[in-house]
C-alpha cells in the first residue's frame, strides 16, 4: 500500500495549489482521508478530513473557507485545494488514510503518504 502526496510548491500569498493523495493498494472510497501539515519543531496539525461513511468534509477553523478537501474516485485520488494562501500556511503537507471511519486526527492513520512541502512567500 503506497499513498503519495503531490502538489506542493511555492506560491505568493493569496495564491492557490492544489495538493493530490493517490493510493495504490487500497480504494480510498473506502477509507477516510486527511490531510496535515507540520512545520519543524512544531506538533502536525490536521487540515482537512473527508469521511469514509458519507463524504463529509471537516475543516478546523484555521483554514475553513480557504481549503476544500474532494474525492476522484475514478483515479483514486483526494484533492485538497487550497485558496488565499498565507505564509502561516507554509509547511510539509501529508495524506493518511484511515478504514471506516468519519474523521481521524494525527495520531490515527492507517496509511501516511511521504509528504510535499508547501511553500508560501512573496
Known amino acids: 500500500v503506497q499513498l503519495q502526496a503531490s502538489g506542493g510548491g511555492l506560491v505568493q500569498p493569496g495564491g492557490s495549489l492544489r495538493l493530490s493523495c493517490t493510493a495504490s493498494g487500497i480504494t480510498l472510497d473506502d477509507y477516510a482521508v486527511g490531510w496535515f501539515r507540520q512545520v519543524p519543531g512544531s506538533e502536525r496539525e490536521w487540515v482537512s478530513c473527508v469521511s469514509s461513511t458519507d463524504d463529509s468534509k471537516y475543516y478546523p477553523d484555521s483554514v475553513r473557507g480557504r481549503f476544500a478537501v474532494s474525492r476522484d474516485s475514478h483515479k483514486n485520488t483526494v484533492h485538497l485545494q487550497m485558496n488565499m494562501l498565507k505564509p502561516e500556511d507554509t509547511a510539509v503537507y501529508y495524506c493518511?488514510?484511515?478504514?471506516?471511519?468519519?474523521?481521524?486526527?494525527?495520531?490515527?492513520?492507517?496509511?501516511w503518504g511521504q509528504g510535499t512541502l508547501v511553500t508560501v512567500s512573496s
Open positions: 493518511a488514510a484511515q478504514f471506516g471511519v468519519t474523521w481521524f486526527g494525527p495520531a490515527g492513520g492507517n496509511y
